[in-house]
């Protein structure tokens, strides 16, 4: 059982440039979130869905896009990479999103942007 | 608009002592309080949750604490070990305003070393 596999581990971008950040779970969550983690500080949520074809908003979104097409695949987006982009980004899941489960993590994707 | 601290933010101690980190809230009004383990590079484990409705959770050597009055959670490590050398988070959900969404806080965690 892989829980939440994260691609790639490591990215160097160019300002302007754009990439896709892969997120996938096998294990039937519904509910699927982005998160970046700047030095220092606490987890930021960027993006979030409930189920296949949902997605909402979360506190730091602009920059960003996400599609989910289906329940194992949750991939973040970002168009014109600028410097304040760079950040180690985590996808995170869980069953139902209920108030009492626990979160599963991946291992993290570190995006530097120059 | 939550907040979530916690001190200190680095701790470095002798394998075998007991200690406690330290996790406080502004709102009180939550659902639940998560602690996290992050190792080096790695993502985030969760170690233990507990529910707005209970004081404690315990797992091995871990034992969390709530007391939602006074804004406030510890994590009471045993018997630390080198293994147990990580950062740990803690983590505050609560509802945004309206109740229709729920939001996790999370704190800058504590840096723990623990020394042979």
């Known amino acids: 059982n892989a829980g939440v596999t994260q691609t790639p581990k490591f990215r160097i971008l160019k300002i302007g440039q754009s990439m896709t950040l892969q997120c996938t779970q096998d294990m039937n969550h519904n509910y699927m979130y982005w998160y970046r983690q700047d030095p220092g500080m606490g987890l930021k949520l960027i993006y979030y869905s409930v189920g296949a074809g949902i997605t909402d908003k979360g506190e730091v979104p602009n920059g960003y896009n996400v599609s989910r097409s289906t329940t194992e695949d949750f991939p973040l987006r970002l168009e014109l990479a600028a410097p304040s982009q760079t950040s180690v980004y985590f996808c995170?899941?869980?069953?139902?999103?209920?108030?009492?489960?626990?979160?599963?993590f991946g291992s993290g994707t570190q995006l530097s942007v120059l | 608009k939550q907040e979530v601290t916690q001190i200190p933010a680095a701790l470095s101690v002798p394998e075998g002592e007991n200690l406690v980190l330290n996790c406080s809230f502004t709102?009180?009004?939550?659902?639940?309080l998560q602690w996290f383990r992050q190792d080096p590079g790695k993502g985030l484990t969760s170690l233990l949750l507990i529910q707005s409705s209970q004081r404690e959770q315990t797992s091995g050597r871990l034992n969390a604490s709530l007391d939602k009055s006074s804004g406030r959670s510890t994590l009471y490590i045993a018997a630390s070990q080198p293994g147990d050398s990580a950062t740990y988070l803690c983590a505050a959900l609560s509802s945004n305003s309206g109740g229709s969404n729920y939001k996790l806080t999370f704190g800058k965690g504590t840096l723990l070393t623990v020394n042979p």
């Open positions: 995170a899941s869980n069953i139902h999103g209920e108030l009492n489960e626990k979160l599963f």
């Open positions: 709102d009180s009004a939550i659902y639940n």
